[in-house]
């Protein structure tokens, strides 16, 4: 059971480049979830997923977009990158439990370099 | 959605009872207070979790008062591997709402010898 991970765990791109951030978990997870981290800051909800095929917007999703396919992974694309962009981002998922609020259980982070 | 407050840093000595202290005074009937942990270069990590009165884990322990505006999270005899920041979130998890959690800045406890 490798829980939540994310691939790739670094990565510098030059303004204007794109590529896609993978989040994999194994839990049967419902929920999953983006987030960005900026230094000395707390997390900042880009984009997240209630279920297979679904996907809403968060705090802050303007120049990113989503994918979730199947149910254990959700993708967050970056179609042209920019420096406002540099960032650690985590990934996270969670499961429905009814009326409690929802554990989320979070990958390692990849730590994103735009130059 | 329930804003919180918390201090922006702590310091104790190994072997310290740390308490952190999150206030939310807009606290919704529903609203469940949910604590995380995160270490440097790391994820956050759940620690605790409660709706009111105490909670109790191998971690920590949550104390929440009747009018449920504000919470307390106490570590035992810190160490040095509990220096991290700690998140105080505030929220219902029913369908839909679960994503509006935020995490704030949380508080770095700085535990030292």
């Known amino acids: 059971n490798a829980g939540v991970t994310q691939t790739p765990k670094f990565r510098v791109l030059k303004t204007g480049q794109s590529m896609t951030l993978l989040c994999a978990q194994d839990m049967n997870h419902e929920y999953m979830y983006w987030y960005r981290q900026d230094p000395g800051m707390g997390l900042r909800l880009i984009h997240y997923?209630?279920?297979?095929?679904?996907?809403a917007k968060g705090e802050v999703p303007d120049g990113y977009n989503v994918s979730r396919l199947k149910k254990q992974n959700f993708l967050l694309g970056l179609e042209s990158a920019a420096p406002s962009q540099t960032s650690v981002y985590f990934c996270a998922s969670s499961y429905r439990t009814g009326g409690r609020t929802d554990t989320q259980y979070f990958g390692p982070g990849t730590r994103l370099t735009v130059l | 959605l329930a804003k919180t407050t918390q201090p922006i840093s702590m310091d104790s000595y190994e072997g310290q009872e740390v308490n952190i202290t999150c206030s939310h005074n807009n606290i919704a009937t529903n609203d469940y207070i949910t604590w995380y942990q995160q270490f440097p270069s790391q994820g956050p990590r759940f620690i605790i979790q409660?709706?009111?009165t105490k909670v109790t884990n191998e971690v920590a322990s949550l104390f929440i008062p009747a009018d449920r505006k504000s919470s307390t999270l106490s570590l035992p005899r810190v160490s040095l591997s509990d220096t991290a920041v700690y998140y105080c979130l505030v929220g219902d998890g029913r369908t839909g709402t679960a994503s509006k959690l935020t995490f704030g800045t949380g508080t770095r406890l700085q535990v030292t010898l």
């Open positions: 409660g709706y009111k």
């Open positions: 997923s209630v279920g297979e095929g679904t996907t």
